[in-house]
């Protein structure tokens, strides 16, 4: 059973450009969770969805940031217009059934603006 | 609101020594607390999970503890080795969400 898979691992965005990071979730997972560790920071709850709905986006940043997580396919963060405080560790963690579960957490995509 | 706070930030130790990190948390209603391990540039690793019915998780030379009503946690590590260098993070699970200390990076001197 594989893990947690992210893709790509390492992402380079020009500012004012779109990143999209993917998020594999754990064969059997239907609960995805994305963090955020900023550079010299903890790791930050941003969003927890389920597949097609999101359940809990209070971490979410109120502009710019989205994401899925569609019936088919992996999960999606969309960061529109990139800027360079957007540079970060994104990490993307999954659950088998409910919130209650452990998560099991990816190996990251590492962004960074120029 | 949750707040999850590890001390010290930093720590370095003599190879073979016994050493503990420390964590605690301000609100004690906590499905589990969990203990994981990053390499610099690298992914997190789970190191041990206690849940808010357990006292204490052990797995090999690691042992971590878990005091809810007083919102402490400790991990212990024996006879440490200079691969037990990484930062070590606390985090504790409340709703749907897990949140994380600091960390506590931990250099082991050869």
């Known amino acids: 059973n594989a893990g947690v898979m992210q893709n790509p691992r390492h992402l380079v965005r020009r500012r004012g450009q779109e990143a999209r990071l993917r998020c594999s979730p754990m064969?059997?997972?239907?609960?995805v969770y994305w963090y955020r560790q900023l550079p010299e920071e903890g790791l930050k709850f941003m969003v927890y969805l389920q597949k097609e709905n999101i359940i809990d986006e209070s971490g979410m940043p109120k502009e710019r940031f989205s994401a899925e997580f569609p019936k088919e396919g992996p999960s999606i963060l969309r960061i529109q217009q990139v800027v360079r405080g957007d540079s970060a560790a994104y990490f993307c963690?999954?659950?088998?059934?409910?919130?209650?579960?452990?998560?099991?957490f990816g190996p990251g995509t590492r962004l960074t603006v120029t | 609101k949750q707040e999850v706070t590890q001390i010290p930030a930093a720590l370095s130790v003599p190879e073979g020594e016994n050493l503990v990190l420390n964590c605690s948390f301000t609100?004690?209603?906590?499905?589990?607390l969990q203990w994981f391990r990053q390499d610099p540039g690298k992914g997190l690793t789970s190191l041990l999970l206690?849940?808010?019915?357990?006292r204490e998780q052990t797995s090999g030379r690691l042992n971590a503890s878990l005091d809810k009503s007083s919102g402490r946690s400790t991990l212990y590590i024996a006879a440490s080795q200079p691969g037990d260098s990484a930062t070590y993070l606390c985090?504790?699970?409340?709703?749907?969400?897990?949140?994380f200390g600091k960390g506590t990076r931990l250099h082991i001197l050869p």
């Open positions: 206690i849940q808010s019915s357990q």
């Open positions: 609100d004690s209603a906590i499905y589990n």
């Open positions: 963690a999954s659950s088998p059934v409910d919130s209650s579960y452990e998560q099991y």
């Open positions: 064969k059997g997972h239907s609960h």
């Open positions: 985090a504790v699970r409340t709703d749907d969400k897990i949140i």
